[in-house]
């Protein structure tokens, strides 16, 4: 009989907080479960004894997000079933609706990680002020979070993601918004998870991308994509077309270059979901150019920089890519408030560069 999804999730939680333990090196034929699995816990932990003044607090803060995220793709997968589908009735500070996962995937995040005793300073895409954790349970990290990136696309089953950034406080003991006003070159770690035809979670604590793989099995994201990187160049561009009018030249013209290469080149393929983990994570996996631009309508860009275009970029730079606004690196941008928005361009470097050199010239060329 299914539970409701209160409970469902109560049992979640308590399942997926306890960390299992693997302590032979084999495959157990009976059960086809490897039982030296290396799970995420683990190879952070591992990375973790490589530097002898680490403390385990950041393995603490993961461990937090790991039980959010499993929870959250309990409720995804569940959600047709337990009336999660649809929208919660209000919305956030950024003018959006917020759907009835989005409440959920927030509360979350946020109960998940006070409880770590090891975050000071939370901002949420869904509040608009930043959030002070109690004193009794503060901690020396900063999360900067999108609970529930493309939410918009719940309804229609296409694949959903979460996105944080992680850095020090500057202050532990009388935290404030100040510090949360960090450029991206200051993350200690960042990562997405990805609600798709698996749920996946990408992460660099400051080395190499890696990608682990939830096992439903077994309750526990293996290492599934190890030292992931990007490729030098690619063969796809994502961008949302329907704001072609708005573009300036420099960007037309790059899109033009994608569409009609000189000779006998293939143009690039299209590809474009309007999920920024999913479209990310393609141009990750696969390479090219991911793009959300400033443009007439939206001079200041739409996607979000401390809790969207900063996470991904530094997982990208991470893999081998690069990542600007258009005008600086995305990591070099200092942020003058929590929900400051940004352009973002990101993915191959080559692409990248192709993207800047028509960008450069177009501004070049454009009236004084």
């Given at each position: 009989t299914a539970l409701p999804i209160s409970k469902t999730l109560a049992f979640v939680l308590?399942?997926?907080?306890?960390?299992?333990?693997?302590?032979f090196p084999t495959m157990d034929k009976s059960t086809g479960i490897d039982t030296d699995s290396m799970t995420l816990t683990r190879f952070v932990l591992e990375g973790q004894k490589a530097h002898p003044d680490a403390?385990?607090?950041?393995?603490?803060?993961l461990n937090a997000l790991l039980t959010a995220i499993k929870a959250i793709s309990t409720a995804v997968r569940r959600a047709g079933l337990t009336d999660l589908f649809g929208m919660a009735g209000s919305t956030n500070v950024q003018g959006e609706t917020v759907q009835k996962l989005d409440v959920l995937s927030n509360q979350l995040f946020i109960n998940m990680l006070s409880s770590s005793y090891n975050v000071g300073v939370m901002i949420s895409e869904e509040n608009e002020q930043v959030i002070i954790v109690d004193?009794?349970?503060?901690?020396?990290?900063?999360?900067?979070?999108?609970?529930?990136?493309g939410s918009s696309n719940i309804d229609c089953l296409v694949s959903i993601g979460s996105i944080f950034g992680?850095?020090?406080?500057?202050?532990?003991?009388?935290p404030t918004v100040e510090d949360a006003l960090q450029p991206g070159n200051q993350m200690v770690a960042a990562g997405?998870?990805?609600?798709?035809s698996a749920t996946m979670v990408v992460l660099s604590t400051?080395?190499?991308?890696n990608g682990f793989t939830l096992d439903p099995n077994v309750g526990e994201f293996l290492l599934t994509h190890e030292n992931m990187r990007i490729k030098s160049r690619g063969k796809i561009f994502s961008i949302n077309e329907a704001y072609t009018k708005y573009w300036d030249a420099g960007l037309l013209e790059y899109i033009k270059q994608c569409k009609f290469p000189p000779g006998d080149k293939a143009p690039y393929n299209a590809r474009y979901i309007g999920s920024m983990v999913a479209d990310v994570h393609r141009t990750l996996v696969y390479g090219g150019i991911f793009m959300y631009p400033a443009h007439s309508k939206s001079p200041n860009g739409k996607?979000?920089?401390?809790?969207?275009?900063n996470p991904m970029a530094y997982l990208v730079e991470k893999a081998g890519g690069k990542a600007t606004d258009g005008h600086q690196r995305i990591l070099d941008i200092c942020p003058t408030s929590i929900h400051q928005r940004s352009g973002c361009y990101l993915g191959s470097p080559e692409d990248v560069d192709d993207l800047l050199a028509c960008l450069k010239k177009g501004a070049a060329d454009a009236p004084k």
């Open positions: 308590l399942r997926f907080s306890c960390p299992l333990t693997f302590g403390t385990g607090d950041l393995t603490i803060v004193a009794k349970r503060r901690g020396k990290y900063i999360i900067a979070f999108d609970p529930l990136d992680i850095y020090h406080a500057k202050h532990n003991d009388h997405y998870a990805l609600y798709g400051g080395g190499p991308v996607l979000r920089l401390l809790y969207e275009c």
